[in-house]
């Protein structure tokens, strides 16, 4: 029984031992942990504050807590290092910044060189549409000269009502608009081809021809009455004499337009811009309407707007 005690407190032993060494370690662990943490401290402080300015503040508190006053050159030393820490953490911030912005300048010239790569795609796309179309029309073009049938008139109006307006590049070849181009040559054609009056007004009332861009045209004397062309641009056209009456130009850039001894009876000009055109002696403006109409510096010179909408 006496050797059952001993080999107990044999093992007891051992199992202490083994207890104390795990004790150790983990005591040795933690102060080891405090050291790492005490010396990252005072590396981040060090790297912070940098050795002088470390030097004068332990210079500083040193005295303010063992004398009655702190020397002034320990707190001019101590605002010196202040200042030289200050200017620099800016030196480096900067520096810092400017490494940061490389790899942003970087994108920045990729995404301008995939947005040129884009353009030009998409240049390549709308020639490849407009190729498609100029043959339809060409075909078209061919179908009108040989003679108007309702055969001809079907073919033009299913054919313009597939021209739908769409972005490109202006001519200055920086800035876009959005018209139909296709729709404006058809256009074009149709009120410079042999076809009546009343054949044109037929067309027009089954066509739309909005979003055309027809700047700097000479639409003088052509027939027009009922045609819609809203929202589009007819800047510094001539279209005196020109026949707008029932025509549907709102929301139309008709800037510096010249309209003389036309007519433009129930004409929508709503929402238009009208800066710098001249009406005059316009034969019949009776219910015109120029609601919202940018009319700036538009003459109405020997032209009736008694009987117009919208005119003051």
Known sequence: MEDNFQEELEKLRKENEILREEQDKAALKKRKKQERTKKTLSWTWSMFAGASLKNNFNQWFTEF??????SPNTSASLLTSLVKRFVRVRLLSVILLLFSLVPSLISLYILIKQNELIKTQ???VEGSRRSSYSYQLTKLFDAIDNGYSKKTRNRIVSLCNALKPYRYLDEDGKSTVYYSPERTQVLLYLIDSEMSNNQLGALFDNIDF???DLRNTNLSGKYLAGINLSHSNLENCEMNTAILNDADLSYANLKNVQFSNGRAKNTSFREANLTGAKFTK???LTGADFTN???DDTSFNLSDISKTKGLK
């Open 65 to 70: 807590h063992t004398q009655e006053k702190v």
């Open 122 to 124: 998409n240049l390549l």
């Open 210 to 212: 909005s979003y055309c």
């Open 282 to 284: 316009a034969k019949d």
């Open 293 to 295: 109409a940018d009319v």
